[in-house]
């Protein structure tokens, strides 16, 4: 694979990957997309991928703390998501 063509694959797959973690915010996959970047990090490096594992690490971690306030107040009638993204990885 070209160097612009890997580029160019990993700018889009990181695109795709945001819109996925987004749009399950309330059940993230990160299971799939975790065993999805380790092939990928096994064929590219895992350098190469660093900022798709930070976002889903993200997610995460942001479903972590979420899970930690809602246990913390379990009397709150409603639920929330908290969610923390680093500017530096998402797109």
Do not use: C
């Not at 700018?11 to 997309?33: C, F, G, I, S, V």
Request: overall charge negative; proline content about 4%.
């Amino acid at each position: 694979m070209s160097v612009s063509a890997k580029d160019s694959f990993l700018l889009h797959y990181q695109e795709y990957l945001a819109k996925r973690l987004l749009e399950t915010l309330n059940e993230p996959r990160t299971d799939l997309e975790n065993l999805m970047l380790k092939l990928l990090g096994e064929q590219l490096g895992n350098v190469t991928i660093s900022h798709h594992l930070a976002m889903v690490k993200d997610i995460e971690k942001s479903v972590e703390a979420s899970e930690a306030i809602h246990n913390r107040i379990p009397f709150v009638s409603y639920k929330w998501d908290l969610r923390v993204f680093n500017p530096s990885t998402w797109p």
